[in-house]
């Protein structure tokens, strides 16, 4: 089966916030995690100062659209003499996790040996808790499950230093302290050849616990001779034994063609890290950097999206 259609319909007010919103002088806001909290949205915004670092800051919504108030300090910024941590923090992923009774940041920590997996923990989103660097570089694209599968908690990330190809997968790690990670096992590779997530491929938001297995969104680029295009694609994992591809969309569900995905500081990027699903509804808010320079808001159900990806071919 391929997608001969579009599975998220993005939002009319999108962009649904850029830099012009934010209190103080910034370059770019972009690739925030979501989170529901208290009855309202909670993005955690990578926030890119003139200085090209980044920190990440929350903004906070009751409907996930509009009326958002920012935060006037950033929840995670770079501390000055803190190794791994002097070129600032980016794409943050958050998942609430039930056993612990807090929320689970993972986001890439930027310094001089390259990037690595940094988490830290909050209940509110007011403040928060380092853990510090957990994956060493050079490694990116994480997050967590929200709960232990046959008793270890399972990391998805993309690990680039000596790991199996030159083109960057996904992969997972075990622990049962979420300090100390297994070596990586592989989950998924980019396709060979010229498909559209033929160069290198990466998780999106936390993945969805469904009754037909973990829903993964996840990001493909294809090299082009204009440059890198960044899509979105479908993966169903085994709830059991998520290392096992169940079913893996062969075409993508989401493309850059609107002028704020097409132009910006990285041209044709759609780059989601926030999913939040209304269980009453069956919606899922797809929340994504657009071109690397704001944020945008799709919208889809999760029924359509299950069919669909429970119709694409079985395996990797």
């Known amino acids: 089966m391929t997608v001969d259609r579009e599975l998220f319909v993005r939002h009319p007010a999108n962009p649904i916030l850029t830099a012009a919103d934010w209190p103080s002088t910034v370059n770019v806001v972009f690739n925030p995690a979501a989170v529901e909290v208290a009855g309202e ?10 200085t090209g670092i980044s920190h990440l800051t929350v903004a906070r919504s009751p409907n996930g659209v509009d009326q958002w108030r920012i935060g006037p300090e950033p929840l995670l910024a770079p501390r000055a003499g803190v190794d791994g ?3 600032g923090f ?46 060493a570089p050079e490694d ?15 990391l998805f990330h993309r690990p680039t230093s000596g790991f199996a190809s030159a083109r960057a997968g996904i992969a997972l790690s075990r622990s049962s ?14 396709r060979e050849g010229a ?9 999106g938001p936390p993945l969805l616990k469904t009754a037909h297995g973990w829903l993964l969104v996840y990001h493909g680029v294809k090299e082009t001779v204009a440059g890198p295009i960044y899509r979105v694609g479908l993966a169903l994992l085994d709830l059991e034994e998520p290392t096992r591809v169940l079913h893996r969309t062969p075409g993508w569900v989401l ?21 939040i699903h209304d269980s009453a509804s069956g919606q899922l808010r797809l929340y994504y950097g657009a071109s690397d320079t704001s944020i945008c808001l799709a919208t889809g159900a999760l029924d359509d999206v299950l069919e669909t990806v429970l119709a694409a071919p079985a395996g990797r």
Not at 178 to 187: C, D, I, K, Q, T
Request: glycine share 8%; charged share 25%; proline share 6%.
């Open 140 to 154: 990116k694209n994480a997050a967590l499950l929200p709960e232990r599968v046959g008793g270890k908690w399972i």
């Open 85 to 87: 941590e002097e070129w």
């Open 255 to 275: 493309g850059p063609h609107e002028s704020y995905e097409r132009e910006g500081d990285v041209p044709n990027a759609i780059f989601p890290c926030g999913l």
């Open 177 to 190: 302290d979420l300090r100390s990670w297994s070596a990586p096992e592989v989950v998924m590779q980019p």
């Open 195 to 203: 498909w559209w997530d033929s160069m290198r491929i990466g998780i």
């Open 41 to 50: 949205t909670v993005l955690l915004a990578r926030v890119e100062a003139r």
């Open 90 to 135: 980016e794409d943050a992923r958050a998942v609430w996790v039930e056993e612990l009774g807090t929320h689970v940041i993972t986001c890439t920590a930027y310094g001089h040996a390259g990037p690595a997996v940094f988490l830290a923990t909050t209940e509110d989103f007011d403040s928060v808790e380092r853990v510090g660097i957990v994956v």
